[in-house]
């Protein structure tokens, strides 16, 4: 489960890859309902209102998303939601294991073209350095999200997120209470991470959580770094890409991943228990985004309504995962309250990194990973 790059912000406030879909080339369609032109719509007030995006939409017929595993964060019942809503709307699900570097490379390959994806779920970094690509929209619940969540314009809006954690096979292991405790022999080609942290957003998220919990700080990866360096000179660290598959057979039995990942693996794995380190938490959320040549443009805002909806804002919540909307939600009374009770308690200080860091962190992966690795 590879998927994505970087976050947006604090929780506790709160390939050139072809996208293996069929079609000629083609553009996006010219006006949504009332003549309305769907490519340059920022709002449901360009439409009018949700019924006549839901027109537009509904006459594109097709949606195209790229990089949504079904069990990341309940991404297939989310999926299967907006389906049943929209029966008249095709969803073609690509690639869905690439990282938020991929889904860019995915939409330059696919330029012009009706395979092109529409939408993103995607990670700070990327989107950072790609705004270019994507297309302003402000939802309908816009007001709900706080500030700190969403590019001012609505080029990508965070969505879902979680905290940094270690998941293990209690029948094998004890629960670490440090990450020093990952570097004792009992580990030895046991640890991984999920993905490159300079192209995937919760192994970047592994090695911030290093850095904080090894007494450093957010302006500088190093000491992060310097942590999975000693892990893997102690033959602990695996480089295997996490999925349920690994970690029910055992391949993977100690993972660095977001907390509501790590918990999916419960029902493969009895035995996989979750635990986020004592101290300093690691928190972030992903961002959603329309793309700005999206063949697709009804669909894609359509898409981006119905996630920040009260319906799928609850599906993440059934996923383990953490809405952008939840306070709102939370204050009108729409929110899951027995799930919203059921999330484990943020850590009593959480850091995310700022814009800068997240690029200066960025930067100074992509010149050290590799050799601090090998």
Not at 170 to 191: I, N, Q, R
Not at 354 to 360: H, I, L, R, V
């Amino acid at each position: 489960m590879l998927k994505k790059q970087l976050t947006l912000a604090a929780l506790g406030l709160s390939t050139a890859v072809a996208l293996g879909l069929t079609g000629c080339a083609g553009g996006p369609a010219d006006a949504g309902e009332g003549g309305t032109d769907a490519a340059t719509a920022t709002s449901l007030a360009d439409f009018g209102d949700l019924a006549a995006l839901e027109e537009a939409a509904k006459a594109e017929g097709q949606l195209n998303v790229i990089a949504l595993p079904r069990d990341w964060a309940n991404y297939g019942a989310v999926l299967d939601a907006f389906a049943a809503k929209y029966p008249e709307i095709t969803i073609n699900e690509a690639s869905p294991d690439a990282s938020s570097a991929e889904e860019i490379q995915a939409a330059e390959t696919n330029a012009g073209l009706d395979t092109a994806p529409d939408v993103f779920d995607i990670g700070l970094t990327v989107a950072l350095q790609n705004t270019e690509q994507f297309a302003p929209y402000q939802v309908a619940t816009w007001d709900d999200i706080p500030a700190e969540l969403k590019e001012p314009s609505g080029l990508f809006v965070g969505d879902y997120g979680g905290f940094m954690s270690i998941g293990y096979d209690s029948s094998k292991f004890k629960a670490p209470e440090s990450l020093d405790d990952l570097l004792g022999a009992e580990y030895k080609g046991s640890v991984a991470i999920n993905g490159d942290p300079t192209q995937a957003g919760a192994a970047f998220a592994a090695v911030g959580l290093a850095t904080v919990q090894s007494d450093g700080t957010l302006d500088d990866f190093q000491p992060g770094i310097d942590f999975f360096s000693e892990l893997n000179a102690a033959g602990n660290m695996l480089k295997v890409d996490v999925t349920t598959a690994t970690v029910t057979s055992g391949e993977t039995p100690v993972v660095f991943d977001w907390d509501y990942l790590n918990a999916s693996h419960r029902e493969a794995n009895p035995n996989w228990e979750v635990v986020i380190l004592p101290g300093t938490g690691y928190a972030g959320y992903y961002n959603q985004a329309v793309n700005v040549d999206a063949p697709h443009p009804a669909a894609a805002r359509l898409w981006q309504e119905f996630l920040y909806s009260d319906e799928a804002q609850n599906l993440w919540l059934e996923g383990g995962a953490r809405p952008v909307r939840a306070d709102a939600m939370a204050e009108a009374g729409t929110i899951d309250e027995e799930l919203f009770s059921k999330l484990p308690a943020a850590p009593e200080e959480t850091v995310v990194p700022t814009e800068e860091q997240s690029t200066n962190a960025g930067t100074l992966l992509g010149e050290k990973w590799a050799a601090a690795v090998g």
